[in-house]
């Protein structure tokens, strides 16, 4: 079973940088986005940043700015570069992989790294 592994995760100061990684155990056909959500202690998952073959690259607004998104899709990797961290960061944060081919979609996810922001 295809498996997305995150890495990167931990503790990080306010004003600190954090990079994630995300790379899949075996290539994933017809990936057509990668990207990252976040799940903070009481609230819902939700997207922070993704990219997608020949767009450009989305991000939530509470991140412009401090967070970049990179990767190689067709390779299944992708990476979130987290600068000026704050503690409103804190959070589980997970990878994800939109598959869709001949008008079938897939996801896939990763098991989520935990990011904690301190003062």
């Known amino acids: 079973q295809v498996k997305l592994v995150e890495s990167g995760g931990g503790l990080v100061r306010t004003g600190g940088s954090l990079r994630l990684s995300c790379a899949a155990s075996?290539?994933?056909?017809?990936?057509?986005?990668m990207g990252w959500y976040r799940q903070a202690p009481g609230k819902q998952r939700e997207l922070v940043a993704d990219?997608?073959?020949?767009?450009?690259?989305k991000y939530v607004d509470a991140v412009k700015g401090r967070f970049t998104i990179s990767g190689d899709i067709a390779k299944n990797t992708v990476e979130l570069q987290m600068n000026v961290m704050k503690t409103e960061d804190t959070g589980v944060y997970y990878c994800?992989?939109?598959?869709?081919?001949?008008?079938?979609?897939?996801?896939?996810w990763g098991k989520g790294t935990q990011v904690t922001g301190t003062i």
């Open positions: 994800n992989a939109w598959v869709t081919y001949l008008g079938h979609e897939n996801e896939y």
């Open positions: 075996e290539n994933i056909r017809n990936v057509h986005a």
């Open positions: 990219l997608n073959r020949g767009g450009s690259p």
